[in-house]
């Protein structure tokens, strides 16, 4: 994904949605993830490696691993790869830190979940907002007389047209993203290698 352009409205209130990329990312999206014992603090040590390389983070999630009591952190940001490098060697350094790996978008699975809370009475009104949820492959997860939630899975890209095309007809009431989640495309999970050679050197 060389020098990818999001576009979209921007609302002026970023930190609510962070759904603004109306300006040019330079680089190429990489996806860091990294895995780290379940310890308070790791997160403001991680994010502190990116502020000080003044490297601007696209999204972040954190959630457990399928290993016990190690948790697991997707980050994207654009960059180069020396400077993907860089990070993630900064990053492993940490002492709570099990290992960090970058992956550039062909080399791992990833999925985001956006949530569209739009105004029934729009939606009732206008046949297009139907018509744009069944194209985009969207689904209402709840309704009720003053709005209706939408949900949408996908790319940044697909959710990112949801969005314009519901707030071009004037339905968007909220609208909130997931960071991506995403998993290797290797047939071996590096972590857990990692993780029975530091067992045997114990």
Known sequence: MENT?????????CNTCGKCFNKVQDGTLYTILIYSENQAGILNQITAVFTRRQVNIESLNVCASS?????????????????AKMLTKQIEKKIDVLQARYYTTDQIFTIEVALVKISTPVMLQDQRVNLIIRDLGARIVEVNPTYAIVEKKGRTEEILQLYERLNAVGA???????????????????????????????
């Open 67 to 83: 290993t016990p009591g190690v948790h697991k952190y997707t980050i994207t940001c654009f960059c180069q790869e020396e400077m």
């Open 5 to 13: 352009k999001y576009q979209a409205v921007e609302c002026g209130d």
């Open 172 to 202: 968007v009431l909220q609208f909130v993203r997931s960071g991506h989640i995403a998993v290797t495309k290797s047939t071996v999970e590096q972590l857990d290698r990692y993780l029975e050679r530091r067992q045997q050197n114990r």
